[in-house]
């Protein structure tokens, strides 16, 4: 996913890194290393050593990699090998149930397992002193934890933490500490997580076996290297930190001037006001004349006529030339409806039906997952080019103006401009002054619901007809210079 709209990908560039990493290829082989042959040579002496101490227990062979196996090439001085053989333990934490506490060692899981660290969260649980005692697992200075159940895959350094392990949290002991930094970038890598993705077992609930981390094959660079690797990717990494950063607050900047942008355009001060221009009394006229000519016609019914504006409603000062009106005045206003599903006739035709999330600020998605039939259109709401939807259940005041016929749910509002521009209740909508009002009159709940009615008497000030193209052309300009390409305008959808 795209972090800005700087269209820079940190995750992707990460993964890229890490991928190089593993294949040999992020940083050169030095000839005068001691190849991994070597290393795990001495691994091999040191489990045998542990084994003979008594520590731990000597692990089953495994099969022998095949080539089928390894899914790349790697250097000469690399070498593949399984999990089991630069371990001294693979396991996992606590089955049973402690007796928690209201505070003293805690217990953690694989949620805990955040930003490479054990982070202790508002879920966290502690069990005392003596249930530490009774349950506490004698891990190395190197070991890494890993979740095994749930959200698979996050990974953290254990750094000597007094904790308590659940059973949702498996443990690497690795038999030298210096490999700790590499092998915990390969636990992140797309190498291992493709792996891991084919061995969890669960559809609900995914869950890791022992057996697959202990059979995992991993490219093993000689220890110098891992060095040398781990270091590059720190650094690389904070560089993207460091990006993603400035990129965040440019996103953001551009976010606070299109709102300052908005802000000024409403108020009448984005672009010089014409004495030659036909003031919004005049348009108001000529709106009222049109609505009455709709209703003559039966093309529409007789609403209820809106209240006047008071003056406490008005928030701030606008030209002499424009006028405060109420959103219902210089638009046709319908609720959306879904006809239901249980009648096949009304779905598979060529009319998109639209729904909240097909709304987006600047974009909108017309390859809806139904479309109307001629039917189906006769039991849903139509709105046609140039008619604007807005979304007015939960995220409210997301709109757009549309380019073709297309049906809508009951989460949208459809609006139908009389005479006034779309693009300029477009950009009006959007503004924080609009957006504020649409959450003001909504109703008190946990989800916010504003009605047709109420969307009708929200109020916007109404600049005159040339006056409103100019508006129109000056925000298309200024925005343009933030967004280069249509894809770009996407991050605007947030404003």
């Known amino acids: 996913m795209k972090t800005n709209s700087l269209d820079f990908d940190a995750q992707a560039l990460r993964e890229k890194i890490l991928d190089l990493a593993m294949r040999g290829k992020l940083v050169k082989q030095d ?76 217990f953690v899981n694989g949620s805990n397992l955040i930003d490479g660290k054990i982070s202790l969260t508002k879920s966290t649980k502690f069990v005392s002193e003596e249930e530490y005692l009774k349950y506490k697992k004698d ?28 059973k949702s949290a498996g443990y690497f002991s690795l038999i030298d500490v210096k ?8 636990l992140q890598s797309a190498i291992f997580k493709k792996y891991y993705d084919s061995k969890y077992t669960g559809s609900v609930i995914k869950n890791i076996p022992l057996k697959a981390l202990r059979e995992c ?51 009448g001060k984005l672009v010089e006001q014409d004495p030659n221009d036909e003031p919004a009394s005049v348009l108001l006229e000529k709106i009222k004349a049109e609505k009455e000519q709709l209703i003559k016609e039966k093309k529409v019914k007789r609403s209820k006529p809106l209240p006047p504006i008071s003056d406490e409603e008005k928030p701030f000062e606008i030209p002499d030339s424009w006028e405060w009106v109420r959103l219902g005045d210089v638009g046709l206003i319908a609720t959306g409806n879904t006809p239901t599903k249980n009648n096949s006739d009304f779905y598979g035709g060529t009319t998109p ?18 479309f109307l039939s001629e039917k189906g259109e006769q039991k849903g709401r139509l709105a046609y080019k140039n008619d604007i939807l807005v979304t007015c259940i939960g995220n409210l005041g997301r709109n757009n103006i ?12 459809g609006i139908s401009p009389l005479i006034v521009s779309s693009s300029l209740l477009h950009y009006f ?46 925000i298309e300009m200024i925005f343009s210079l933030f967004c280069k390409d249509e894809s770009s305008t996407q991050q605007y959808e947030n404003l």
């Open 217 to 267: 094959i991993i490219p093993l660079p000689p220890l110098e290297e891992q060095s040398r690797i781990a270091a590059k990717i720190a650094q690389l990494f904070a560089l993207l930190r460091k990006v993603e950063s400035s990129t965040q607050q440019y996103a953001k900047l551009q976010t606070l001037l299109k709102s300052k942008v908005l802000d000024l355009a409403m108020r």
């Open 31 to 106: 000839p005068n290393d001691e190849p991994a042959s070597a290393l795990l040579e001495k691994i091999k002496a040191e489990k045998a050593e542990l084994v003979k101490e008594k520590k731990i227990k000597k692990s089953k062979p495994l099969p022998e990699i095949t080539d089928d196996e390894k899914p790349f090439h790697i250097p000469d001085s690399w070498k593949w090998v399984r999990g089991e053989d630069i371990v001294s333990l693979i396991g996992d934490g606590l089955h049973g149930t402690p007796v928690f506490s209201k505070e003293g060692v805690p």
């Open 429 to 474: 909508m959007l503004s924080s002054f609009f957006i504020s009002s649409m959450y003001n009159y909504a109703s008190a709940t946990t989800l916010p619901i504003l009605n047709k009615t109420k969307l009708s008497n929200l109020i916007i000030p109404l600049p005159p007809l040339a006056e409103q193209s100019r508006i129109v052309d000056k």
């Open 179 to 186: 490999m700790q930094d590499f092998i915990f970038y390969f």
């Open 402 to 413: 549309i380019n073709r016929k297309v049906a809508y749910n009951q989460q949208i509002n």
């Open 139 to 166: 891990l190395l200075p190197g070991t890494l934890f890993l979740s095994l159940n749930g959200t698979l895959g996050k990974v953290a350094k254990y750094h000597n933490e007094k904790i308590v392990l659940g």
């Open 353 to 370: 039906f639209i729904k909240p999330a097909d709304i987006q600020n600047l974009i909108i998605n017309y390859n809806t997952k139904d």
